[in-house]
């Protein structure tokens, strides 16, 4: 039942108002006067709070700041005569609920009543979401500033809201299974469990009754009956990590329980129905898994329906920064050490063949050589290109295949002089390294591309 505070000085308005709102249902209290409102609002929680404006001792206005300094958050709806719609409006600017004017009818006030109560419900269900939410965001946020990692989002935004099954594929560090629990998280599932499984971590012997479970006695060493993942993620997601590892007898058994929703356990013989959504990630190409026959065709079908490919840090250049900002944060040395131009450069410049993961030890090592000195230079990042000369990946001879009409060669060098400018936002270190020449040589090149452009031919 709503409780409800009457302030009103004038005794033959509070029971007014008293009889039109407990004829409703509703339970109401009342006060002659500001003084007297405040100190009952102090003892009783209520849900909502009907004023008069103008009061002896306390008016309206100042019970109303009086509640705000007091963190009290239930709605104020303000009555008010005619002649003092000014106070009334200049009361909803300090934050009351609404206000009526007198006199009034019956229904008005029921509506008005309503109303506010149901808004001040939405907004206190809101701050409840948003409180679980950043508790199940603490840790796993997911920093991005690309345009690229932008659609990726969006895209694992609505698949969230579905049940397809999803597949996430891309390259070690990407945040794969990041995004995975994104997933779950903004799906309709999220108050039920998350459950990760590594299939490559599994011995294939045990792979079976690890997604399964297994009876007493299904094989040496089962001396219980258990659950497996599958069961124990039911009614909510289960993230099969690593799934181009799974052994190919396992992946019949998974293909069976996708197809039918229902699993046996090892060494049983009872079909247990389950409901559960499958998110799997690999860094493999399935297809070519497929090929060589390591991976069955049928099974890709089913857990490909909705395909979320994250791309290598390098094609997204423009979230290394605030990702490094992110990880320093993390660290708790985000006040202590800054990052100077050229280390900003040294990040840029360099191709991140182990993506975000690598660039959150880097972030990590980055911290501690900076020591005291309260700033990480390119020296400090000196780090990041030992051990290395080039990453660019070698190109299959046949991808380059001269077409028989001929090419310009001018024209091409012009198209990836644009690319490697894209990539590196105008790094011309970085993109010189992206095209394995040297410095002066990217110049050389990009001079020919701005004159190019000027005369319309690029
Ligand atoms: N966009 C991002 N914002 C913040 N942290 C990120 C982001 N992407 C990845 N990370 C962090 O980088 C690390 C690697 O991410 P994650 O484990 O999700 O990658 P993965 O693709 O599953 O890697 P692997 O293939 O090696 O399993 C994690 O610590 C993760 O929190
Ligand atoms: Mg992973």
């Not at 019956?106 to 808004?119: C, G, P, Y």
């Not at 599994?202 to 497996?228: M, P, Q």
């Not at 099969?240 to 998974?254: F, M, R, S, T």
């Not at 898994?289 to 991976?295: G, I, R, T």
Request: aromatic residues 6%; contains cysteine.
């Amino acid at each position: 039942m709503n409780q409800i505070l009457i302030v009103d000085d004038e005794e033959k308005m509070r029971h007014l108002l008293a009889i039109i709102l407990e004829s409703r249902g509703y339970k109401v209290i009342q006060a002659a006067d500001g003084v007297n409102a405040f100190d009952i609002i102090n003892e009783n929680a209520f849900d909502m709070v009907i004023s008069d404006i103008k009061m002896p001792r306390m008016d309206g206005l100042e019970l109303l700041e009086k509640m705000k300094a007091n963190h009290i958050t239930c709605p104020v709806v303000f009555i008010t005569a005619f002649a003092t719609i000014d106070s009334a409006v200049e009361a909803m600017r300090r934050g009351a609920a609404d206000y009526i004017t007198k006199p009034f009818e019956e229904d008005r006030i029921l509506l008005t009543v309503e109303r506010t109560l149901n808004f001040s419900r939405i907004i206190s269900e809101n701050r409840d979401l948003k409180q679980r939410l950043q508790k199940a965001e603490a840790g796993h946020e997911i920093i991005f500033k690309s345009q690229t990692m932008a659609a990726v989002m969006d895209m694992a935004g609505r698949v969230a809201k579905t049940d397809s099954a999803v597949l996430i594929n891309g390259e070690s560090g990407t945040g794969k299974e990041l995004i995975a629990r994104y997933i779950h998280r903004m799906s309709p599932r999220n108050e039920k469990r998350f459950v990760p499984v590594n299939c490559a971590a599994i011995s294939s012997n045990l792979v079976e009754s690890e997604l399964f479970g297994h009876e007493k006695g299904a094989f040496t060493g089962a001396d219980k009956k258990a659950e497996g993942k599958f069961e124990y993620a039911s009614g909510g997601t289960i993230f099969l990590d690593e799934i181009g590892d799974l052994p190919l007898e396992a992946q019949a058994k998974l293909l069976r329980a996708l197809q039918e929703k229902r699993i046996q356990r090892v060494g049983g013989n009872d079909e247990v129905p389950v409901d559960v959504r499958v998110i799997c990630a690999t860094n493999k190409n399935l297809s070519q898994q497929v090929e060589k026959e390591d991976f069955r065709q049928d099974l890709l079908f089913r857990i490909n329906v909705f395909p979320i490919q994250p791309p290598p840090l390098r094609d997204r250049m423009e979230d290394v920064e605030i990702l490094f900002d992110y990880f320093l944060k993390k660290l708790g040395a985000a006040r202590s050490v800054k990052l100077d131009k050229s280390g900003l450069n040294a990040l840029k410049s360099y191709l991140w063949p182990g993506n975000v993961r690598e660039l959150a030890n880097a972030a990590e090592r980055a911290v501690i050589l900076a020591g005291d000195k309260g700033q990480i230079t390119g020296d400090t990042l000196s780090f990041l290109n030992s051990g290395q000369t080039r990453d660019c990946v070698p190109i299959p001879a046949d991808e380059y295949k001269l077409p028989r009409t001929g090419i310009i060669l001018e024209e091409f060098e012009n198209n990836l002089v644009r690319q490697a400018l894209e990539m590196s936002e105008n790094n011309q270190t970085l993109a010189s390294k992206l095209l394995g020449i040297t410095r002066s040589k990217f110049r050389v090149l990009m001079k020919q591309y701005k004159e190019n452009r000027k005369t319309g031919r690029a």
